[in-house]
């Protein structure tokens, strides 16, 4: 599942609120990167090996967009692919209800308004 993580500050810009075409932009190795502004952009262009290193292993969990690295994360395998969430339990129930939106939504593919813009919050559960 792709979704947009700043490679500097590891912050999942579907989170943000910030689509690809309003993302700081910058490249690295061939690859176009997206960045959550334009001062994450300047701090990776001074050392990007340091940050890539750093972000690599970040996953985004697809209800509540919170990052969190891959082994602190939480699988379950969803028709055959494997689905990483934060431990809260609340987000894989919700997840379950709408698989669809949620997996649209970390894609990109469906505006996120920001980190409280749609249900998957675990606040007031």
Same mark, same amino acid.
């Given at each position: 599942?792709?979704?947009?993580?700043?490679?500097?500050?590891?912050? !999942? $810009?579907?989170?943000?609120?910030? !689509?690809?075409?309003?993302?700081?932009?910058? !490249?690295?190795?061939?690859?176009? $990167?997206?960045?959550?502004?334009?001062?994450?952009?300047?701090?990776?262009?001074?050392?990007?090996?340091?940050?890539?290193?750093?972000?690599?292993?970040?996953?985004?969990?697809?209800?509540?967009?919170?990052?969190?690295?891959?082994? !602190?994360?939480?699988?379950?395998?969803?028709?055959?692919?494997?689905?990483?969430?934060?431990?809260?339990?609340?987000?894989?129930?919700?997840?379950?209800?709408?698989?669809?939106?949620?997996?649209?939504?970390?894609?990109?593919?469906?505006?996120?308004?920001?980190?409280?813009?749609?249900?998957?919050?675990?606040?007031?559960?």
């Amino acid at each position: 599942m792709k979704t947009n993580i700043c490679p500097t500050c590891g912050c !999942s $810009l579907v989170r943000l609120g910030i !689509s690809e075409n309003k993302a700081s932009k910058g !490249s690295y190795n061939g690859n176009e $990167l997206y960045f959550c502004c334009d001062g994450c952009t300047d701090l990776f262009v001074k050392d990007p090996e340091r940050y890539i290193e750093e972000t690599k292993d970040l996953i985004v969990c697809p209800t509540c967009l919170a990052e969190k690295t891959l082994t !602190s994360a939480t699988k379950l395998n969803v028709n055959g692919q494997d689905v990483y969430f934060c431990h809260c339990p609340h987000c894989m129930d919700l997840y379950k209800k709408a698989p669809v939106f949620y997996i649209n939504r970390l894609e990109g593919k469906i505006h996120n308004e920001g980190i409280l813009g749609h249900d998957g919050c675990c606040i007031g559960t």
